[in-house]
C-alpha cells in the first residue's frame, strides 16, 4: 500500500468491500499524522453509523486517545461511546446505514427467511468484543479496587465472545481448506505457532500446538474455554451464535482471513494483559472463568501484524507489540541490575530491542511521519541506555508542532522523566512537567509533587548548581498535594505523592534540599529507571546517598544506594545496604522494606539451573506473602509475576514426552 494515502483516497460508495478498503486508508492516514489534515481526524466519527468496520475504527481511536492521557473525563466519554458501538452492533441488520449482506436461511419450520450474512454477523461479533475489552483496559486505569472488578466483568464478556469467534473461524478456516485446497493454499499464510497453557496461575505446563487452517479449532480455545452459563446481559449483547448462518461461496477466502485476523487482534491483546496479572488478582479472574497466556497473545498480535494493508487493525498490533517490548517488559520484566553499570545490556533486554526495532522499520515505509512510531524509537533509544539522543528526540518531535494533542503529551511525559534520569533537574524538567500539569487533566497532585520537588532541588544533586532553590514555593505546592488527590481510597499513586507531600510538610522549615532531591531519586527507583543509568550518573546518586543523614528518609536512601551498588557491581555492599533497609527504622515509607527484600531474592539468580529458579521462586514468594498494605504492593506483586513467568526453565523435548 502506498505511503503517501491522502483524504482523495477515502471513498465510501456501498459496494461490498468499499468498507474494508476504507477503514484501511482511513487507520492509515489517521496513524501516519493525518489528523492534521482537515477531517481526517474525524474520518470514522463521522462514518461511525456506515458499517460494522467504520464503527471498529472509531471505537479504537476513542479507546486509543483516552489511554494516552489517562484523563478521567476522556476515559469516561470513551466508554460511552464505546457503548454506544455496542448497541449499534448488538442491533438489527439496518442499524447501520450500509445495507448488510443478507444471506437466505431454512428455519425449523421449513420456512426460508433472510438475515444477515456469516461475514456480517461475525464482524460485528468482533467489534463488541473489541469494545468489551477496550473498556475494560479503561476502567482498569482508574486504579482502583471498584475498576478492577468492573474491568474484570468486561474481561469475561469479551473472553466468552473470542473464545467463540476464533473456534468459529478455525471450524471455517478448516471447511473451506477441505473444500478449496488449491485457493487457500495460495492466499492463506502459514500456521501460528502458539503454546497451550495448563496452570492458571503460574503456567508451569506448556505444551506446544500450531494453530493452522486444517486443525479446526484453535487447542487454545478448548484449554480456556469458559463456563457455560452466559449472563442475561450476554445474551443480548450480540448477535445469536448459535443460529449462524453456514458458509457459502459468498464469502470469500481473502474475506474469511481478514475476519481471523481482525479477531486475532483482540484476542491475542487479550492474553498478553491477562498474563500480566499478578495471582493475588488472577484468582478472582480464574473465578471469572479465564486467564491468560503470554506466548498466545504475542503469536496472534504478530499474525495479524503482518497482515499489511488487509485489515485496519494490521498497525494497532505493531504498536501493541511495541508497548509491550518497550514499555511493559523494561518495567516488569527481570533486568540484571549487576549489568547497568558495566554498559552491558541483559539479553532479554537486547531481545526486545532487537523486536522494538524489526518492527519500527517494517513500518517506515507506510508509516513515514507516525508520530506513535517516532514516540517508541525514542523508547527504545532510552533501553539503550542513549538517554540525551532519546531526549533530542523528543524535542524535535515536539517541536514540529503537528503531533496530536494526545501524542504531544506522551512525549512530553517522556521528555520530562529523560531530564530527571539524567539528573538535569533546572528550567527545563520544571518547564516539561509544568506543560503536563497544565495540559493533562490527570493526577494534578502527581504534577505538583513533582513539580515541588524540582522547585526544592535547586537544578540538581551538585552542590554547585543549588543557586536555583525555591524552598518557599516548594513548600507551598507540597501544602497543596494532599487536597488535589483523588477521592479513591485505592488509587495508589495519588495516595503515595498525598503522604509524602505531608511528610515534608511536617518537616517544615526544616526540610532542606538534600531531601527534595532524595525524594526524586525515590520516584526513580520506584519507576524503575536506574538500570538506564550509566556509571557516572550512578556514581553521583551513590556519592550523595553516601552522604545523606535525615533520619526521617534514611530508609528510602539505603534503598537507592543498595539498588546502586549493585548497578556499580558492589554486590557486597549492596547486599549489606539493603539488609539495613529491612532492620531500619523507614519512618512510614512502608514500601521500602519488601522492594529490598524483592531486590535481595533476586540476587538468587545466579544460574539458569532449574533449583535456582525454585530458590528464587521461594524467595521472591516469601516477600509477596510476608509483607501487605504498603505503597505500590500490586506493582511490585505483577513484577514478581513477571519474573517468574520470564526466567522460569523451558521444559526440554524430552520432558514433554
Known amino acids: 500500500m502506498e505511503s503517501n494515502l491522502s483524504m482523495e483516497d477515502f471513498v465510501l460508495d456501498g459496494s461490498d468491500d468499499d468498507d474494508v478498503h476504507a477503514s484501511v486508508i482511513a487507520m492509515n492516514i489517521f496513524i501516519n499524522n493525518g489528523f492534521s489534515q482537515s477531517r481526517t481526524h474525524s474520518i470514522f466519527e463521522e462514518n461511525k453509523t456506515y458499517s460494522p468496520l467504520m464503527a471498529a475504527g472509531h471505537s479504537f481511536i476513542s479507546f486509543l486517545n483516552s489511554s494516552m492521557t489517562n484523563e478521567p473525563d476522556h476515559i469516561e466519554r470513551a466508554i460511552r461511546e464505546l457503548k454506544m458501538v455496542q448497541k449499534l452492533c448488538a442491533g438489527p441488520p439496518d442499524a447501520f446505514l450500509k445495507k448488510p449482506k443478507l444471506s437466505r436461511v431454512e428455519m425449523k419450520n421449513g420456512q426460508w427467511e433472510w438475515s444477515m450474512s456469516l461475514e456480517e454477523v461475525l464482524q460485528r461479533q468482533i467489534v463488541i468484543a473489541d469494545t468489551h475489552l477496550y473498556m475494560s483496559m479503561l476502567t482498569f486505569m482508574k486504579q482502583d479496587l471498584t475498576g478492577v472488578v468492573k474491568g474484570g466483568w468486561f474481561l469475561r464478556k469479551s473472553w466468552k465472545m473470542y473464545s467463540r469467534i476464533y473456534g468459529k473461524i478455525g471450524e471455517l478456516c478448516k471447511e473451506r481448506s477441505e473444500r478449496n485446497p488449491d485457493e487457500w493454499s495460495h492466499l492463506s499464510t502459514t500456521g501460528t505457532t502458539v503454546l497451550v497453557d495448563d496452570d492458571n496461575a503460574d503456567n508451569d505446563d506448556e505444551t506446544p500446538a500450531v494453530l493452522t487452517p486444517s486443525s479446526g479449532q484453535p487447542a487454545v480455545v478448548d484449554d480456556l474455554q469458559l463456563d457455560d452459563d452466559e449472563s442475561h446481559e450476554s445474551h443480548n449483547s450480540s448477535p445469536v451464535f448459535d443460529q449462524l448462518p453456514p458458509l457459502t461461496d459468498d464469502m470469500t477466502t481473502s474475506t474469511l482471513l481478514r475476519l481471523r485476523a481482525s479477531v486475532s487482534f483482540g484476542f491475542g491483546l487479550f492474553n498478553l494483559c491477562v498474563s500480566l496479572i499478578p495471582p493475588t488478582l488472577l484468582r478472582l479472574f480464574n ?87 517516532s514516540y517508541f524509537k525514542g523508547r527504545v533509544m532510552r533501553m539503550r541506555g542513549d538517554l540525551r539522543d532519546a531526549a533530542l528526540r523528543y524535542e524535535l518531535a515536539l517541536s514540529g508542532g503537528s503531533l496530536q494533542k494526545e501524542i504531544r503529551l506522551i512525549c512530553l511525559y517522556e521528555l520530562g522523566w529523560l531530564r530527571l534520569m539524567l539528573l538535569e533537574w533546572g528550567e527545563n524538567a520544571l518547564t516539561a512537567f509544568k506543560q503536563l500539569q497544565k495540559d493533562s487533566k490527570w493526577s494534578q497532585c502527581y504534577y505538583v509533587y513533582i513539580i515541588a520537588l524540582l522547585n526544592g532541588c535547586g537544578g540538581g544533586l551538585s552542590a554547585t548548581v543549588h543557586t536555583g532553590v525555591k524552598s518557599d514555593e516548594a513548600a507551598k505546592l507540597m501544602a497543596q498535594v494532599p487536597a488535589l488527590a483523588t477521592k479513591q481510597k485505592n488509587n495508589q499513586l495519588d495516595a503515595f505523592v498525598a503522604r509524602k507531600s505531608s511528610k515534608y510538610t511536617t518537616i517544615g522549615k526544616y526540610v532542606t534540599r538534600d531531601d527534595y532531591c532524595i525524594g526524586l531519586l525515590e520516584l526513580l527507583y520506584l519507576w524503575k529507571c536506574l538500570p538506564y543509568s550509566d556509571k557516572d550518573l550512578l556514581m553521583r546518586i551513590y556519592d550523595f546517598c553516601n552522604d545523606y543523614s535525615r533520619m526521617e528518609f534514611m530508609g528510602v536512601s539505603l534503598l537507592i544506594q543498595g539498588s546502586v551498588c549493585l548497578a556499580l557491581g558492589r554486590r557486597d555492599e549492596g547486599v549489606d545496604l539493603l539488609s539495613m533497609v529491612k532492620d531500619c527504622d523507614v519512618r512510614g515509607d512502608n514500601y521500602c522494606r519488601p522492594y529490598a527484600g524483592f531486590e535481595l531474592a533476586l540476587l538468587n539468580d545466579d544460574n539458569e539451573a532449574s533449583s535456582s529458579y525454585m530458590s528464587l521462586k521461594k524467595s521472591l514468594k516469601s516477600v509477596e506473602s510476608k509483607y501487605s498494605k504498603y505503597d505500590f504492593e500490586h506493582r511490585l506483586h505483577m513484577r514478581i509475576h513477571s519474573i517468574l513467568q520470564e526466567l522460569k526453565p523451558k521444559k526440554s523435548e524430552s520432558d514433554v514426552a
Open 287 to 373: 473465578f471469572l472463568g479465564f486467564h491468560g497466556n503470554r506466548s498466545v497473545g504475542l503469536a496472534s498480535l504478530h499474525e495479524i501484524a503482518a497482515a499489511k494493508g488487509r485489515d485496519m487493525k494490521s498497525p494497532l498490533a505493531a504498536l501493541a507489540l511495541l508497548w509491550f517490548h518497550t514499555i511493559v517488559k523494561p518495567f516488569f520484566s527481570h533486568q540484571n541490575l549487576e549489568l547497568s553499570g558495566s554498559g552491558v545490556l541483559p539479553i532479554e533486554t537486547q531481545r526486545d530491542i532487537d523486536e522494538a526495532q524489526r518492527l519500527i522499520s517494517s513500518n517506515e515505509i507506510l508509516y513515514p511521519d507516525a508520530g506513535l512510531f
